[in-house]
DNA sequence: TGCAAATCGGAGCGCTGCTCCGTATCGTGA
DNA sequence: TCACGATACGGAGCAGCGCTCCGATTTGCA
C-alpha cells in the first residue's frame, strides 16, 4: 500500500544529490501547481526544477505521488486539527469548523477537489492517502457530535467525506456556485435527529 | 447561446445523406457512451459508426455537442417530469422525487456528472444545456416547496442543482461511495426552516 | 585517482482531441 | 440519361499529454 513514503532513508547511504534534486523537486511542483493548477503538465515541473523527466518519475512514480509529497504537510496539519478541544464548544462545533477548514484546502489548491474524485489512472492514490489520513479524524469527529446527541448517528464517514470533497468541485469553473452554502447545507441535513420525512 | 441546435431543417435542402449520417453518429455515439462511458475517444464512435472523424465533427463542432444530441431527449422527459402533480403529494416530495430522478439519470451515464463538471475546454457546452433546460423546472419546485412551509427559501436552485450533480461523481469510480445518502443528507438539510445552529 | 554503482536527461512511444484538404457522392438542369 | 457544380466524406497528420527507456553523467568508496 506505499504510496509515495518517501522510504525512511534507508541507512543514510543515499547520494548526496538524491536528498538535493528531490527538495528541488518538491519546491518546483509546489510552484507550478500554484500557478498552473494540479493538473499542469510534468513537462512543467522539469523545467521548473531543471531537472529531467526521468529524475521525476524515479523520485514520484506517478504524479499522484508527487501531489501527495507536496501536500502531505498540510494534510498533517489537517489531521491533527482536531485534536485541540478548544474549550466550551459543543461537538458539532467542532466538526462544523473542521469540515469548513477541509473545504478551505480543497478549494485552496486548485483543482485538487476535481482530482480526488477523478477516475484517471493513478489518482486512487491521491484518494487512498486522503482517506488514509483524514477519515479516522471525521470518524472521530461524527461519532463525538452523534454521542453528544447534536447529530444523527446513521452517516458513514467515508459518504459524508467523499460528498465534503465533491461539493468543492467547481468552484473555480463556475464562479457563480457557493460551495459552502451547499456543504452548510449538508451539515444542516446532520442536525436532524431523525431521517428526512419519506 | 446555440450550442447543438439540431437547425430545424433549413427547409429540406438537405442532402439525404446527411440526415442518414447523423442518426448513424447518434445511434454509434449512444452505444459507445454506454459501452465505455462518456469519455469514450471520438475514433471509437467514428469507428462503430463507420464514418469518418471529419464527419463527427461537421455535425458536431465539440464533444460536448455530440453528448448533449444524444441525451438531448432524456433532459426533455426530465424538464417536464414535474409537470404530473400526482394527486395527494406535499410539493417537499414532489421535489424529493425529481432531485432523485435527476441523480439517478445522472448515475445512468457513465462519467456524465464527471463530464458536467469537468473544466475540460467545450464541456461549458454541456453544462449549459443542463442549466437551461433544468435550472427553471428545479426553481420552481424549491419555491414550491417552500412557499408550503415545508422548506427553507434561502436555497438557491442553481447552487442546488449543481450540489446534487456533484454528489453523484464517483459511485464509479468508487464503488464504496453511497451518492444517494448524501443527498438524502442534503435534502434533509432542506427541511430545517432555519439555518443550522451557527 | 580509478571504477562500479547509482542517478540523470530527454528522445521517443502510444494515446488523446481536433483540423485540413483531396476525393467521392449527391441532386439538378439540359 | 447524363454531366457537372456544390456538398459532404475520410483519414492522414498535428500538437500536446503521461510515462518509459537507456546511454551519458555523476558520485562516493577503496
Known amino acids: 500500500m506505499s504510496t509515495a513514503d518517501t522510504p525512511p532513508a534507508p541507512s543514510g547511504r543515499q547520494r548526496s544529490d538524491v536528498r538535493r534534486n528531490e527538495q528541488k523537486l518538491l519546491d518546483a511542483a509546489a510552484a507550478v501547481f500554484v500557478r498552473m493548477g494540479i493538473d499542469a503538465p510534468v513537462r512543467e515541473i522539469a523545467a521548473e526544477s531543471g531537472l529531467g523527466m526521468g529524475t521525476i518519475y524515479r523520485h514520484f512514480p506517478t504524479r499522484a505521488d508527487l501531489v501527495v509529497a ?3 504537510h498540510q494534510l498533517d496539519a489537517l489531521a491533527v486539527a482536531a ?3 478548544a474549550a466550551a464548544d459543543t461537538p458539532y462545533e467542532v466538526l462544523r469548523r473542521w469540515v469548513h477548514r477541509f473545504a478551505d484546502f480543497l478549494v485552496t489548491k486548485h483543482g485538487l477537489a476535481e482530482a480526488l474524485h477523478s477516475d484517471q489512472a493513478g489518482f486512487e ?3 487512498n492517502e486522503f482517506v488514509e489520513r483524514l477519515l479516522p479524524v471525521l470518524d472521530q469527529l461524527l461519532k463525538a457530535s452523534a454521542s453528544a446527541g447534536c447529530t444523527r448517528a446513521d452517516v458513514r464517514a467515508y459518504d459524508f467525506m467523499l460528498a465534503i470533497g465533491n461539493l468543492c468541485i ?3 469553473t463556475f464562479p ?3 460551495a459552502r452554502r451547499m456543504i452548510d447545507l449538508l451539515l ?4 436532524q435527529t431523525a431521517p428526512a420525512p419519506s
Do not use: S
Open 176 to 178: 457563480d456556485y457557493q
Open 188 to 191: 444542516a441535513g446532520l442536525t
Open 170 to 172: 467547481g468552484v473555480e
Open 125 to 127: 492514490a491521491l484518494h
Open 70 to 72: 507536496v501536500f502531505r
Open 83 to 85: 485534536d485541540n478541544p
